[in-house]
């Protein structure tokens, strides 16, 4: 079974640091790993994905992530963070396929992001 | 290129009244579509997926069904509603690995 553990339900950091979420995995087979964002009363947008190529990925908005099999880790950084980048996010991981493509997520529990003056 | 649209955005039921959400994918053909649930402090959870039509696979015991009349319309529902079916209903579909999600709707039940 997989499952995704989001340290940190609240995260706060000043505009202009860095910013730094993280996301550890358990998953059975290499997995496929997401991280989304979600500003109020909106759906989840895809920040970025990893499924198996660089473990080094990149994302909109500035944000990248890295996957580390040894720490089964896939923690989302920012250089600098904005205020616009206050938001909810969202890792998650899939290693269960539904058949005929596509695939089945586990979501973490979310991290909200506050970025302040 | 590809959209989801899903509706009502917000909805006030209830007790024991029906529900209906509506999803529909534009731009591409036969795709795998899934409702998720989002409560506070919880996460997603996926409630049911569909690969093609009339093909619907639950993931939880509930008080909800799914069905997918169309290739690209996918529809919540309940014929009773329960305190416990208040939350953020999420949309989705996917194209390979990747699943994109729709606006969301609020459903709060009084």
């Known amino acids: 079974a997989q499952s995704v553990t989001q340290l940190g339900s609240h995260v706060s950091v000043s505009e202009g640091a860095l910013v730094l979420l993280r996301c550890n995995y358990s998953?059975?087979?290499?997995?496929?790993l997401f991280w989304y964002v979600q500003y109020p009363n909106q759906g989840l947008q895809l920040l970025l994905k990893?499924?198996?190529?660089?473990?080094l990925v990149k994302g909109i908005n500035g944000f990248e992530a890295e996957f580390k099999k040894s720490e089964t880790s896939f923690h989302l950084t920012k250089p600098s963070a904005h205020m616009s980048d206050a938001a909810e996010y969202f890792c998650?991981?899939?290693?269960?396929?539904?058949?005929?493509?596509?695939?089945?997520?586990?979501f973490g529990t979310g991290t909200q992001l506050k970025v302040e003056l | 290129s590809q959209t989801i649209h899903q509706w009502p955005a917000t909805l006030v039921q209830p007790v024991g009244s029906p529900l209906s959400l509506e999803c529909t994918v534009e731009?591409?053909?036969?795709?795998?579509l899934y409702w998720y649930r989002q409560a506070a402090g919880r996460g997603l959870q996926l409630l049911f997926y569909?690969?093609?039509?009339?093909?619907i696979s639950s993931e939880v015991p509930q008080n909800l069904s799914a069905s997918r009349p169309q290739d690209r319309q996918f529809i919540l529902s309940s014929k009773k509603l329960l305190l416990s079916d208040s939350g953020f209903y999420l949309c989705?579909?996917?194209?390979?690995?990747?699943?994109?999600f729709g606006e969301g709707s609020w459903l709060t039940v009084v």
């Open positions: 998953s059975s087979v290499p997995p496929y």
């Open positions: 731009g591409t053909s036969n795709p795998n």
């Open positions: 989705a579909w996917s194209a390979g690995n990747t699943i994109y």
């Open positions: 569909s690969v093609g039509i009339g093909q």
């Open positions: 990893y499924t198996s190529a660089a473990t």
């Open positions: 998650a991981v899939s290693d269960d396929m539904v058949t005929g493509g596509g695939n089945k997520l586990t």
